[in-house]
Nanobody, 124 residues
Framework: HLVESGGGLVQPGGSLRLSCAAS????????VGWFRQAPGKDRQFVAA????????YYDDPVKGRFAISRDSTKNAVYLQMNSLKPEDTAKYYC???????????????????WGQGTQVTVSS
């Protein structure tokens, strides 16, 4: 079970930190990804982190502005979003998938577990 939080309304150039908390028993290693979906558009990959946290990957529009990290002691993954732009407005989802290799997953249908999403609106 995944729960996202941290969304909200922010002005262009501002920052937000999204959190994705995994509840329940999570003894297996799992990779995590963040995706977003704007109204009328397909779900889009944003960032991903491997189970160890050592490997990350970002979609080009967010490189240098967003940072994904994880705290295994808390079963949580974070998405720090800086220099936000109006085009970042979307509902953001985290997804998790148990893995046996320490790699990132960027394709949405490779994930079995999804949160309900948190809305991010960037507007002046």
């Amino acid at each position: 079970h995944l729960v996202e939080s941290g969304g909200g309304l922010v002005q262009p150039g501002g920052s937000l930190r999204l959190s994705c908390a995994a509840s329940g028993r999570t003894t297996s290693p799992y990779a995590v990804g963040w995706f977003r979906q704007a109204p009328g558009k397909d779900r889009q990959f944003v960032a991903a982190v491997s189970w160890s946290g050592n490997n990350t990957y970002y979609d080009d529009p967010v490189k240098g502005r967003f940072a994904i990290s994880r705290d295994s002691t808390k079963n949580a993954v974070y998405l720090q979003m800086n220099s936000l732009k109006p085009e970042d407005t979307a509902k953001y989802y985290c997804a998790a998938q148990t893995v046996q290799i320490d790699y990132v997953i960027i394709i949405p249908n490779r994930y079995d577990f999804w949160g309900q999403g948190t809305q991010v609106t960037v507007s002046s």
